[in-house]
C-alpha cells in the first residue's frame, strides 16, 4: 500500500486533521490486538471518508465490512442528525471490539451492525442510499456493486476501496491472482458502466469513487 515516498507519506499526514481520541484509541487496540490490522482504514484514509461524509451529507450509508469499525466511525461524522449507517460484517469474533468503539461514540444510537453475508442482507434493506463503502472480500465487490446500485438515489456515491490492491492491478505476473483479478475485473466494470461516473483516487491503496447519474 505504500505507494509514496517515506517523506511524502509523513507530510501528508503532518498536514492531515488529526484522528480524534476515540479513533486514536481504536486505530492501536486494532495493531496490537486484531488480525490483519492492514485492514483498518487509519488516519489518512478516515480523515478522506469523513470529508467525503461531510460534502455528501448523507442520511443513510452502506457499509460493507466493518472491521473494527474505523471507517464507519468516519463516515459517520458526516451523517445527518437524524441519519443512520447500516454496517454489515461476517466476522462476529469482532463483536467485542465494535462493541466497545461503536457504544461509546457520539454516533451509537445511528449505527447499525449487522453480522452475516452480505449478499443475504443487502436485498432486505430499504432503498434510497445516499452513500456505499465496499471494503469487504474482493472477489465480491461486483456482486456488491450490482446489489447495491439500484437501491442508491439517483446522485448517490458508491465508494469501494483496495481497487490498487497494492499495485498488483499493473503489476502482469500477479494477474492470475483470484483477488487481484476480481479487483481488476472491478474496476473495468464500473468504469464501462453507464450508469455511474467514477474517479479511482490513488489514496492509500485506491479507493474508487462513483456518483449514480
Request: proline share 5%.
Amino acid at each position: 500500500m505504500d505507494f509514496l515516498p517515506e517523506k511524502i507519506e509523513k507530510y501528508v499526514e503532518e498536514h492531515t486533521d488529526k484522528e480524534n481520541k476515540l479513533l486514536a484509541g481504536l486505530n492501536r487496540e486494532t495493531w496490537l490486538k486484531v488480525m490483519s490490522p492492514r485492514m483498518l482504514s487509519g488516519h489518512v484514509q478516515g480523515r478522506v471518508l469523513s470529508m467525503l461524509s461531510h460534502m455528501i451529507q448523507p442520511k443513510y450509508i452502506l457499509e460493507i465490512g466493518t472491521y473494527t469499525g474505523y471507517s464507519a466511525l468516519c463516515m459517520a461524522e458526516g451523517l445527518q442528525a437524524d441519519g443512520r449507517l447500516i454496517t454489515i460484517d461476517l466476522n462476529e469474533e469482532l463483536k467485542p471490539i465494535l462493541d466497545k468503539y461503536l457504544l461509546n461514540s457520539p454516533y451509537k444510537d445511528q449505527i447499525e451492525l449487522h453480522f452475516g453475508k452480505a449478499a443475504d442482507i443487502i436485498p432486505d434493506l430499504p432503498d434510497g442510499i445516499d452513500m456505499v463503502f465496499i471494503d469487504a472480500d474482493k472477489p465480491n465487490y461486483a456482486t456488491y456493486f450490482d446489489l447495491t446500485i439500484d437501491k442508491v438515489r439517483p446522485g448517490g456515491f458508491i465508494l469501494a476501496d483496495n481497487v490498487l490492491w497494492s499495485g498488483n492491478v499493473v503489476d502482469e505476473s500477479k494477474f492470475n491472482d483470484k483477488s487481484n483479478a476480481a479487483i481488476r475485473d472491478f474496476n473495468d466494470k464500473v468504469h464501462a458502466d453507464e450508469r455511474v461516473e467514477n474517479v479511482l483516487f490513488p489514496v492509500r491503496d485506491g479507493i474508487m469513487v462513483m456518483r449514480k447519474k
